[in-house]
């Protein structure tokens, strides 16, 4: 049976191995694509989340700004 020249071998399998680097990597980064998508949606709906509550609280309290910190309530005039 013959062989492919050394050289040749090396250089083949140079190929295939920077083939599959390259297919390995494309995986890696579609995952990390797809859960950046998981997380934008994740982020849109807590933002909704957030809006709604602090419409309850504007409610409660009228319009307002709180310090998140220590939880400060500080009226804030309506500018019409």
């Known amino acids: 049976m013959a062989k492919l020249e050394k050289e ?3 250089k083949l399998q140079s190929f295939v191995a ?3 680097s390259i297919i390995k990597e ?3 980064r579609t ?4 859960l950046i998508h ?3 949606d994740q982020l849109e709906k807590l933002e909704v ?3 709604e509550f602090t419409n ?11 310090n998140i910190s ?4 500080t009226p804030v005039e309506n500018k019409e």
């Open 8 to 10: 040749k071998l090396e």
């Open 18 to 20: 920077n083939k599959e």
């Open 26 to 28: 494309i995986g890696a």
């Open 31 to 34: 995952v990390a694509y797809n």
């Open 38 to 40: 998981k997380l934008q």
């Open 49 to 51: 989340e957030q809006k």
């Open 56 to 66: 309850e609280i504007e409610k409660e309290h009228g319009p307002c700004s709180i």
């Open 70 to 73: 220590d939880g400060e309530i």
